[in-house]
DNA sequence: GCGACAG
DNA sequence: ATCTTGTCGC
């Protein structure tokens, strides 16, 4: 129940295929602007949020999207879910990025081609993805906070395992486009402010999740 | 064949 | 992700 069709699914993956060819994981990204964008869901409908932060982690503005979901979810394939809100969210942002959170895998994807690698190249944005479950490859347990181990996919470091926070499971981070494996730890370590996930991802969660609350309609009084 | 499986 | 209340702990 959670299959595509085959025929689909083979268009597909040829999409990721293509995606993943032109990932560039070498820094090609500054952190005058970083932004973070998220999805909420309601029933059918995908709500991306998106917000930009100053150095000092304040606000400089925000952006969404709402449109029906082209897919349900099917693990290795949610960039055809949350990828075209999570782009046209980005796009109305002004200022625009020049680093961007997304919420999903990056190159921790089996074809190389998580959420935050789509959304990547398909701005032309340096991304780095995080994600709180693994979808492939393994990492042994951090055993403090702050510490990161390799996170391993067919004998390659595609990510790392990241306890962020006390109490918390560790957190997976990997580079979309343009950044590399290791500065998307360092980075990620830059932007957590005491809570699991780093600042970008957590106001734009924050942030989607007000945008579907507030469009909820209202439980009605019973005279 | 038996699990695992981003959000 | 979403459905959901209180509750244990830093």
Redesign the pocket.
């Known amino acids: 129940m ?1 299959s595509l069709d085959p025929d689909l699914e083979k268009r597909l993956v040829e999409m990721q295929r293509r995606i993943a060819s032109r990932v560039v994981l070498q820094d090609q990204f500054s952190e005058e602007a970083v932004a973070g964008v ?5 029933g059918e409908l995908v ?1 991306s949020g998106a917000v930009v932060l100053s150095p000092s982690f304040r606000v400089l503005c925000t952006a969404s999207h709402i449109m029906r979901a082209a897919l ?11 990828g075209a809100p999570a782009t046209k969210a980005v796009r109305d942002l002004d200022p625009k990025p020049m680093l961007l959170f997304v ?4 190159v921790n ?1 089996p074809r190389m ?6 959304v990547g190249i398909i701005l032309g944005v340096p991304t780095i ?8 490859g393994s990492f042994k347990k951090p055993e403090n906070v702050g510490e990161a181990e390799p996170l391993i996919y067919r004998e390659k470091t595609v990510g790392y395992g990241l306890l962020s926070r ?2 918390c499971r560790p ?2 981070v990997a580079p979309g486009h343009r950044i590399s494996v290791d500065s998307a730890l360092e980075v990620t370590r830059r932007y957590l402010k005491g809570q699991k996930l780093p600042e970008p991802c957590r106001l734009a ?1 924050e942030y ?2 007000k945008i ?1 609350i507030s469009r ?1 309609p209202e439980p009605e009084a019973s005279p």
Do not use: T
Request: neutral net charge; proline residues 4%.
């Open positions: 959670n998220d999805q909420a869901f309601s709500i349900p979810y099917v693990p290795g394939f949610l960039c055809f879910r949350e919420d999903g895998c990056g994807h081609a998580g959420l935050a690698c789509y993805g995080i994600s709180k479950d693994v979808l492939c006390k109490g957190i997976v969660h989607a999740n579907k909820s």
